[in-house]
Structure formats: structure tokens, C-alpha cells
């Protein structure tokens, strides 16, 4: 699947759009709020620049999780960002009350006239009625009684019978109040800033690696069950290096992800790995902001259903992407970049096992998913030939 031109547009002139607009030249605060995982949070990035677009003058917000507020610091459309701290659990229920209550006078402060709230999470409920939004939009959701009917104004409607891709779920909170934005518009933006930058720099030029001359690997998710195989791995690595190419490991500082990038370096043919400058390991030793810098860099990702995948779209870095029972009509790369500029990709998923994507953690349950397992090297490394080939010209 490669990435659709993007075309500079105005927009439609619609014969029908919705009755109950949000007036936004009264709108001066709006809240966003995303309470989700880093990739979640990253693929609501183009819900602030769109906001932004079209209501100029207004100080658009984010509540976010504290782990996850690196995916939105920097945000050129952010005015401001506020955190919950997953650890103010271990404060006991006075020091959480506390923290909790904390946030919610900082929310009033803000007065904000339209609260965004883009997931299903409660918690959004009483944050929208206690910070006296004007205007509140929340997804429907079914069995949700009055308490959560009462506390928004606008109630966004899921497909039923057709996947639709993150990004666009999250713009259609938009589409709800009456903001239609165009193609360009649509980027996922994340902006590593000038200390990641100048550490990223730092590595390559140790390494002997300059930016646009190594392909990066980052073989985990924190999901475990949307792992490749280590042989798979090993064999698209060795390839590459066979081939003259540089090769950059990255990974999270976990247990599993280092284990896995250690087998990985230890299972590659030692003539071929050995060579100066010729494998570099970042894994465990990047920020988030560092990661993204250093993706920018990338000649190309490769990599399964992750945060760092979705990181290479918002750096515009060519991507090719393992999926097995997750779904990526809704969670792949996403061919836009920040800048606006179209980012070719390919996914490389089962066509022989119709069960996928089923969202189960391994067959069964069972932690390994047959429909990754049976993805061969071959595959893969075609498809990266064909990515770089359309983006680059040849690469041999």
C-alpha cells in the first residue's frame, strides 16, 4: 500500500453540512482531551492543527496522560499542556484527591467554551461539565445513560460496517461542530526540538553515519503479540548489511525489547556485522523526542505496529510496516507528514488467514500470532525494496 499524493485544496462547497455548527469566532479556549497510549495520542496531533486553521485566535489545549505528553509538547497549535499522572494512584486517596483536584482548578482557570473529548473515557464527562464548556463533543456511546448525554452537546457517530483509519476518527470530531479540513491539512506533527536534534547529531557523527545513509529497525511494540519472528529478523538485518547497507537498532528500555535487539545482534553473521560503523544499537538509550529526531534521519523504518511506526510518518521517513492481528486500515502508517507532504509506505501483512485482524493477543490467546509468524524475510525485504525504490529511485 503506497501513500496517496497530497494535493493542495480548498475545500468543498457542501449542498449539506451539519445543523448545529460550533460557532467558532466565539470560541477563545478549547480543550483537548486524549487519554490514551503514545501512538493514540500522536494521531490526534492534526486535530490541533486543523483547530488552529480554522479558529485562529483561539488557545487550543491538550489533557493528556503524563507518559505521553511528548507526543504533543512543541505542538505549534498548542497553547497548553496539561497532564494526569497515572502515579498519583500510589499518593493514597488524599494525595490523589489532592493532585486530581489540583488539575481540575487549573481547568476552570482556563474557561474553556468547547471541550474535545476524543475518547470513551468517564473521566472526560465530568472534567467537560465541571469546567463550564459551552460546548462539549464526545463520541455516542451505546448504554451510556443520562450523565453522559448531559455533558456534551455534540455526539460524534463511529462507522458500523467499514473500518476508518485513527486520524480520520479523531478529525471527525471536528467534522462534527462543522470543520471539514483538507488533505494537507490532515499531518500528523511531532517536533523533536532542538536538544534532541543536537544529541541525535551527535550519536550519527560518533557512529561515522550521515543522516539519510542507514535504515532504521525497531523490532518491537510494547505489545508483544505484534512481534515478528527473531530468525525473521536476523535475516532481514544480515540482508541488509550484505547489501552495504547501515543499519540503526532502536527499542525501548524494557527488558523484552532490549533482549530482543541484543538476539537479533548476536544471531547476525559475524563478517558482515562486525564491520566499523556498519550496526549501530540506540535501543534503550533515546527519549521519545530523541527517537523521532533520529527517524528523520532514517533512509527508511521497518518496523511492526507501534508508536515509532506512526513517529516515522509524522518525521516524513518512508516506512514499512508488519501487521498481524491488529488492524491497518485503522492503525497504519499514515501518509501524510507534519509538513503536509505525502509519505510513501507499505504494509506487509497475511492474506492466507482471513481471521485478521481479530485484536486477540496471540492466537487463541496464546501470545503468538500465526498470521505475523508466517511473514517471510523475502516479503519483507521486497517490499522495503519497493518502498525505497519508489521514493528514492533505485537503491541498489
Not at 49 to 64: F, T
Not at 336 to 347: C, E, L, M, N, Y
Amino acid at each position: 500500500m503506497s501513500a496517496s499524493p497530497v494535493t493542495s485544496a480548498t475545500p468543498l462547497s457542501f449542498t449539506a453540512r451539519v445543523p448545529d455548527p460550533v460557532p467558532l469566532h466565539e470560541v477563545r479556549r478549547v480543550l483537548v482531551i486524549k487519554l490514551r497510549h503514545h501512538g493514540d495520542v500522536l494521531l490526534s496531533s492534526p486535530v490541533f492543527s486543523v483547530l488552529k486553521a480554522a479558529a485562529p485566535y483561539a488557545e487550543i489545549d491538550a489533557l493528556v496522560y503524563a507518559d505521553t505528553r511528548e507526543m504533543l509538547a512543541g505542538h505549534p497549535a498548542i497553547a497548553q499542556l496539561h497532564t494526569i499522572d497515572r502515579a498519583w494512584k500510589k499518593l493514597g486517596p488524599l494525595g490523589q484527591l489532592g493532585a486530581e483536584w489540583g488539575l481540575l482548578r487549573t481547568l476552570r482557570g482556563r474557561r474553556y467554551d468547547l471541550v474535545l473529548h476524543l475518547t470513551e473515557h468517564r473521566r472526560g464527562a465530568w472534567i467537560t461539565r465541571l469546567c463550564g464548556a459551552r460546548y462539549g463533543v464526545a463520541p455516542r456511546v451505546k448504554g451510556r445513560g443520562g450523565s453522559w448525554k448531559r455533558s456534551f452537546s455534540h455526539f460524534v457517530e463511529a462507522p458500523s460496517n467499514a473500518l476508518r483509519h485513527t486520524v480520520e476518527r479523531n478529525l471527525d470530531f471536528l467534522r462534527r461542530i462543522g470543520v471539514y479540513p483538507v488533505p494537507a491539512e490532515r499531518g500528523v506533527v511531532l517536533v523533536p526540538g532542538a536538544a534532541a536534534d543536537a544529541r541525535v547529531a551527535g550519536l550519527l557523527a560518533e557512529a561515522g553515519l550521515a543522516p539519510g545513509n542507514f535504515v532504521q529497525i525497531h523490532p518491537a511494540s510494547r505489545w508483544m503479540f505484534k512481534g515478528w519472528t527473531l530468525d525473521g529478523w536476523i535475516d532481514l538485518a544480515a540482508r541488509l548489511l550484505a547489501r552495504g547497507t547501515h543499519v540503526v537498532f532502536t527499542g525501548a528500555p524494557s527488558p523484552a525489547e532490549q533482549g530482543l535487539v541484543q538476539a537479533i545482534r548476536a544471531g547476525l553473521p559475524a563478517g558482515l556485522a562486525d564491520a566499523p560503523g556498519r550496526v549501530l544499537d540506540l535501543s534503550g538509550q533515546l527519549s521519545l523526542k530523541e527517537l523521532a529526531a533520529l527517524t528523520a534521519q532514517a533512509r527508511a523504518f521497518v518496523g511492526v505496529d507501534s508508536a515509532p511506526m506512526h513517529i516515522a510518518a509524522a518525521m516524513g521517513t518512508p516506512a514499512v510496516a508488519l501487521f498481524g492481528p491488529s488492524g491497518d486500515k485503522e492503525w497504519g502508517p499514515w501518509p501524510i507528514s507534519g509538513a503536509g507532504r505525502a509519505v510513501p509506505h507499505r504494509v506487509v501483512a497475511s492474506t492466507s488467514h482471513p481471521c485478521r485482524p481479530c485484536g486477540i493477543d496471540g492466537c487463541g490467546g496464546g501470545k503468538v500470532s500465526d498470521c505475523l509468524v508466517s511473514l517471510t524475510p523475502e516479503n519483507v525485504f521486497a517490499a522495503l525494496d519497493a518502498l525505497l525504490a519508489e521514493a528514492e529511485g533505485s537503491w541498489r
